[in-house]
Structures are given as C-alpha cells and as structure tokens.
C-alpha cells in the first residue's frame, strides 16, 4: 500500500468524521435540538433517501439483471448473520451472558454502518453511478439480515419482526430494479432524474449530521465497560472484515461488488444497534459502548483497512 493510496482515502473518509463532529458541535452548543432529531431523519429515510436510491438504481447498468442482485443481497445478508454468530460465540470470553448483553454485544458488533457512513464514502472514491446502486442492492440483504438474524438475536428468532425490513428506502430498491428489468426505467423524464437528484444530495449530510449529534447524546451516559470498548474495535474493525475481504478476492464478483464488500468492512458498528437494543429488550449500555468504540477508532482503521483491501482485490 503506498502513501499515495493511503491518503487519498484518507482524504475521503476524513469529511465524514469531521461531519459528524459538526453534529456534534451543533448538539453541544444547542444549535440541534434533539427534539428535531426524529422528525429530521424521518424526512431522510422516508423522502431524501429514496430520492438518492431511484437516481442511483434506476438505469443503472451495474444492477439490470437479477443475477448480480441476488448475489449481492445474498453477500450482504450472508456476512452480517455470519459476524453476529461469530461474536456470540466469542462474547464469553470477556464475561459477558445472557441477559447481561451478549446478544446485544454480538448483534452490535455483526451489524455495521451499511448505510449513511459507507454512502459518501463509495461516492467519492467511485464516482460512477454502478458501485453506488450495487451498494443498495447489498443493502437488501443487510436489511434481511437486520430484521431477521440481527432482531431475532434479541427477541428470539421465531418472533423477529421481518416484516420491518420491507421500509421506505428497500422498498425503494425494489422498485427502481423492477423498473430495470422491465425497461420502464427508459421512461423516467429528464426533470423527475433532476428532482431526485437534487433531493438525495440531501440525505446522506443531513444524516451524518444527526449520527454525530446522537454519538454526542450517549458520550458519557454510561459507565465504560472497558472490556466492551477493547474488544468491539478487535472485532467489529480487525476480525470481521477479514470475511468481507475474503469474499472480495475469492469470489468471481464484479468489479463493483468488490468494492462494496472492502468499504463495508472498513465500517464501524451501525448507530441504529443503539435503537434496536433499546425498541427489543436488548442491553442498551453495550449497544452504546459498541457504537463509541468502534466509531472512534474507525476514524484511524477506515483508510487503512479500505487503501490495503483495495490494494489486495485489485478493484
């Protein structure tokens, strides 16, 4: 990996921290207020997203064919089922059980931040439409894997609220790639492409902002469970994207898919774990050492692990 690799990227990932600084910053001097905080990001999941999923799946040349979907769905879902049984069965050893936040520790550490982290990242590394719609067909299957492995974890797997992945932005993807394979993506006018776009260049600052404001919100909330801060970063950022990186330099995937599979497993653990502890009868102090942990040191671990993994699978 020379230096020139390592700092581009560097150069790319670091506006995303310092973003979600500026959350922070606009939290701790009241200029966002929390209670502007859900009617905010609901307009980013359930408007401003979607806008940025129809003008980056629709027409896409990269996701036309159901084949390269599934297989990227199947990626997405596979790998974080596999990352939250794998910590499960390594939570013991730092003396954690059930009903004292092993199953939030796994599920944490499994889940990672597939959404508004990786998004400008992938955008500004490859700023070609096709890695950034073959991201949100990976998406799917985190989404599946979020609701299903993920929930279950906590709530028991026979009573894991599926029917929660098919929200807003999934049921977005699906219909941009229905509108793919049938060819009515042809017939989007030229002036809905403009209004999406201008509308999904929105979403992901404004959710930056508000993951850095919510990450400002639990700082010092909780008693630090050091053995929770020490080994989440081990694992969620040195252990686990070992499989992401594997299956980008085994796999016969494309070009595009490798990249998703390096950029996702240089990604801390998903601020939303936080929420589902809490909404799933989880521990939430774990879910919040988790996000803090690997979120800290993955501003030092993204570049790198993203410079050396694009490096090895040649994408």
């Known amino acids: 990996m020379s230096s020139l690799d390592f700092l581009s990227i560097l150069s790319v990932a670091l506006p995303v921290y310092l973003t979600m600084a500026a959350g922070a910053a606009a939290r701790r ?11 905010l990001m609901k307009l980013c999941v359930m408007l401003l997203t979607p806008a940025l999923i129809i003008e980056r799946v629709a027409g896409n040349p990269s996701v036309m064919k159901p084949a390269p979907v599934v297989i990227a769905a199947g990626l997405g879902f596979a790998l974080v089922a596999l990352g939250i049984a794998f910590t499960y069965f390594v939570a013991p050893l730092i003396g954690l ?19 508004f982290v990786a ?3 992938v955008t500004a590394l490859f700023p070609d439409e096709g890695t950034l719609g073959v991201l949100f067909t990976f998406t799917l299957g985190v989404e599946i894997a979020c609701w299903t492995a993920g929930v279950g974890m906590l709530t028991g797997f026979d009573k894991a609220p599926w029917r929660h992945a098919l929200n807003a932005p999934v049921i977005t993807i699906l219909l941009s790639l229905a509108l793919n394979f049938t060819g009515l993506h042809a017939w989007i006018p030229r002036v809905a492409h403009n209004t999406f776009e201008m509308l999904g260049a929105c ?4 959710a930056v ?3 850095g404001a919510s990450i400002a919100d639990l700082i010092g909330q909780e008693r630090t469970q050091w053995k929770v801060a020490l080994l989440s970063p081990v694992l969620r950022l040195g252990v686990l994207p070992l499989a992401f990186v594997a299956a980008a330099y085994y796999l016969p995937v494309t070009t595009e898919l490798k990249r998703i599979l390096i950029v996702q497993a240089a990604m801390p653990s998903a601020v939303f ?14 879910a919040v050492q988790v996000v803090i942990a ?5 501003c030092v671990t993204t570049p790198v692990v993203i410079a050396w993994g694009l490096r090895l699978v040649g994408a």
Not at 203 to 206: I, N, S, T
């Open 203 to 206: 979403a992901v600052p404004l």
């Open 209 to 211: 902002l508000l993951i």
């Open 294 to 298: 690997t979120t800290v040191v993955s």
């Open 29 to 39: 001097t009241g200029l966002l207020k929390p209670e502007a905080d859900a009617s």
């Open 119 to 121: 998004i400008p990242i």
């Open 97 to 115: 059980r059930k009903g004292e936040g092993r199953r939030t520790f796994s599920v944490a550490c499994g889940l990672q931040n597939y959404g």
């Open 273 to 286: 774990n936080i929420m589902i502890a809490r909404m799933y009868g989880g521990h939430a102090p774990t």
